[in-house]
């Protein structure tokens, strides 16, 4: 059974702090590796991934794929409170399936 | 512009009632999801429409009917629910299906009480 799966479940850390989440995955037919935020509402798209070893950043997230071992990570320096949030990982098969992990539940305390 | 819209923000219904959540984009995307999310669950994908036609069920109960009337609107129709179906159900789109490279992206959801 495809499978998404993300580590830590849930993290806090300071302001400042540098994070590290994770996300490994066992699908078939792999597509893609998208990340979200997700706040209150709506999941919010931060990255597409779909080459090894590029890595793609936007301000102070950044996030690279390794499809040899099948994991992709998002980084996250200089954290800030705004940056509290559950963390989303999803691979996109083919067949337009996409198959979320559980999420990582990140708090950043001032 | 990247929005997908979603309507209503937040519904209650009976067991008995017949309500529809709807969902719009206008940014020319050919594929159109439903997904249902409990809470601290991540989103789970319930009927994925390509070219206004479904094509992926997955496995989700009648008593909820989805319909695509054109490319760029999204209807999810409900009758006779249970209390557990209680969720936020979000609307996501994507790009032409068929190309190598798209996101989803999704609308702010409808989150539904079933009494």
């Known amino acids: 059974e495809d499978k998404v799966v993300q580590s830590p479940l849930s993290l806090v850390v300071h302001e400042g702090d540098t994070v590290t989440l994770n996300c490994s995955y066992e699908v078939t037919n792999f597509r893609s590796l998208l990340w979200y935020k997700q706040e209150k509402k709506a999941p919010t798209f931060l990255f597409m991934l779909t080459s090894s070893g590029i890595e793609k950043k936007s301000g102070r997230l950044s996030s690279i794929l390794d499809k040899k071992e099948l994991f992709s990570i998002l980084n996250i320096t200089a954290t800030q409170t705004g940056d509290s949030a559950i963390y989303l990982c999803?691979?996109?098969?083919?067949?337009?399936?996409?198959?979320f992990g559980a999420g990582t539940i990140l708090r950043v305390k001032s | 512009d990247t929005e997908v819209t979603q309507t209503p923000k937040h519904l209650v219904m009976g067991m008995t009632n017949k309500k529809s959540l709807k969902c719009e984009q206008h940014m020319g995307h050919r594929a159109m999801y439903w997904y249902k999310q409990k809470a601290k669950k991540p989103p789970e994908l319930m009927f994925v429409?390509?070219?206004?036609?479904?094509?992926i069920n997955e496995s989700v109960p009648s008593r909820f009917s989805p319909e695509c009337p054109n490319s760029s609107l999204l209807n999810l129709h409900l009758h006779a629910l249970q209390p557990e179906d209680s969720a936020l159900y979000l609307c996501a789109s994507s790009q032409d299906p068929a190309g190598v490279l798209w996101t989803q992206y999704f609308g702010p959801g409808t989150r539904l009480l079933v009494l």
């Open positions: 999803a691979v996109v098969e083919y067949g337009n399936k996409l198959v």
């Open positions: 429409y390509s070219y206004e036609k479904l094509s």
